[in-house]
């Protein structure tokens, strides 16, 4: 019997090996990438990790807000999170920054456009739907997306946590866009 069949199958046998084990390697530092963990694991991100635990999102993972919608905004996630990882490898960071788009926001909290909507009806019966009918007058406005208002919700402070919004963020807003009303701030 010829050794060649013998050293093929092997060969194959050991591809094989090397795939799998590489698949399942990538498949698990997938994983472990994806938790508040691991982005806390660069010192850059230390400040925003500590105001993360203290805020009324402790328990969604960083990707799920930092991350686009769907598997297209995952992988650029992906992409983006190593291109920030090789930076701070070879000592390159500088301010990170980062913006959560409306449609991620609303992955959670529920927000209906409908005719027949009750905002304060729907809140009482799932506390995840946007809670006001302020809600419906600012989401009309092109220019104002929920970090407009809620952009310290949950990099707020690093001992209290996330910080409600501030009546002074929405008086510079009416302000620019010279909207005169008065402001009263829903009441936690």
């Known amino acids: 019997m010829s050794r060649k069949p013998v050293l093929f ?13 590489g ?23 230390s400040t925003q990790y500590a105001s993360w635990t203290r805020s009324t999102h402790e328990k969604v993972e960083c990707i799920d807000c930092h991350a686009g919608v ?20 070879f000592g390159e960071v500088g301010r990170i920054t980062a ?7 609303l992955q959670c909290h529920y927000f209906s456009k409908e005719p027949g909507y009750q905002p304060e009806t729907a809140h009482q019966n799932n506390p995840l739907f946007v809670p006001d009918k302020l809600h419906r ?8 997306d929920c970090t407009s208002c809620h952009a310290r ?36």
């Open 99 to 105: 913006h959560v788009d409306d449609p991620v926001c």
């Open 9 to 21: 199958g092997l060969g194959i046998v050991g591809i094989a090996i090397v795939l799998l084990v």
């Open 137 to 144: 007058t600012h989401f009309t406005d092109k220019e104002t």
């Open 153 to 188: 919700l949950v990099h707020g402070s690093v001992v209290t946590g996330g910080a409600p919004i501030q009546k002074q963020v929405c008086e510079d807003c009416h302000t620019r866009k010279k909207i005169y009303v008065e402001i009263i701030l829903p009441t936690p």
């Open 23 to 45: 698949a399942l390697g990538l498949g698990a530092a997938t994983v472990y990438t994806s938790t508040s963990t691991f982005c806390n694991s660069c010192h850059e991100m």
């Open 70 to 89: 769907g598997i297209q905004g995952y992988i650029e996630a992906k992409i983006g999170g190593l291109r920030q990882a090789v930076k701070h490898y």
